[in-house]
Structures are given as structure tokens and as C-alpha cells.
């Protein structure tokens, strides 16, 4: 079984900053696509931002330029790095990650969410 946990989320003003973590642990042989959704009240789960084992982002049009995903393959983890934060950035972000287990299984796991309101 595999666990991410995320962690960084909080309440900040408007053109403020945060950064998310999230940490895989578990039968993890290796870990290759990662990615941040988020989920705000009322509205349906969107992809965020993406990153591939080498490295490669992909950006919401929504957050170019404001947010950074990167991993840290040797720790198993990624992180978002949000800035010029906006309050309709607010939302239950949740960690996503492909991963193929020590058993050679390859499935998608998710984090359990982190909060983050942004006040105006």
C-alpha cells in the first residue's frame, strides 16, 4: 500500500504565499508522474499543476506564473509553491501520484487534502 501526505496548507492574505508538500511512502518501487489538484466548494476537482519523473511542468492557464511544482525523487515527494495568491485560489488542494508498487503494479494514489484559503 502506498500513503501521500500533504502537508503546508493554511490561510494567508491576498498576494501572499504558500508551499505544499506531499510525501509518498509505502511499497513504492518507483514513483513517475505527480501532480497538485485542487477542489473548491461547489465546483469540481481540476488539475493544478504536473510533473513528470524528469522533471517536465504542466500549468493550469489559471496559475502559470504564480505557481512552481518540483519533486524531490530521492525523499519521494512533491511540493507547490504558490505565489501572488488570490482568492479564488482557495480550494482543498490534494496531492496525486502515479506509482508502481514493489509488486510491479502500477495505480494512482491520492493525498487526503490540504486547505488553503486565501482572504481578500
Known amino acids: 500500500q502506498v500513503q501521500l501526505v500533504e502537508s503546508g496548507g493554511g490561510l494567508v492574505q491576498a498576494g501572499g504565499s504558500l508551499r505544499l508538500s506531499c510525501a509518498a511512502s509505502g511499497s513504492i518501487f518507483r514513483i513517475n508522474a505527480m501532480a497538485w489538484y485542487r477542489q473548491a466548494p461547489g465546483k469540481q476537482r481540476e488539475l493544478v499543476a504536473a510533473i513528470t519523473r524528469g522533471s517536465v511542468e504542466n500549468y493550469a492557464d489559471s496559475v502559470k506564473g504564480r505557481f512552481t511544482i518540483s519533486r524531490d525523487n530521492a525523499k519521494n515527494t512533491v511540493y507547490l509553491q504558490m505565489s501572488s495568491l488570490r482568492p479564488e485560489d482557495t480550494a482543498v488542494y490534494y496531492c496525486?501520484?502515479?506509482?508502481?508498487?514493489?509488486?510491479?503494479?502500477?495505480?494512482?494514489?491520492w493525498g487526503q487534502g490540504t486547505q488553503v484559503t486565501v482572504s481578500s
Open positions: 496525486n501520484a502515479e506509482v508502481t508498487t514493489k509488486v510491479l503494479i502500477t495505480k494512482n494514489y
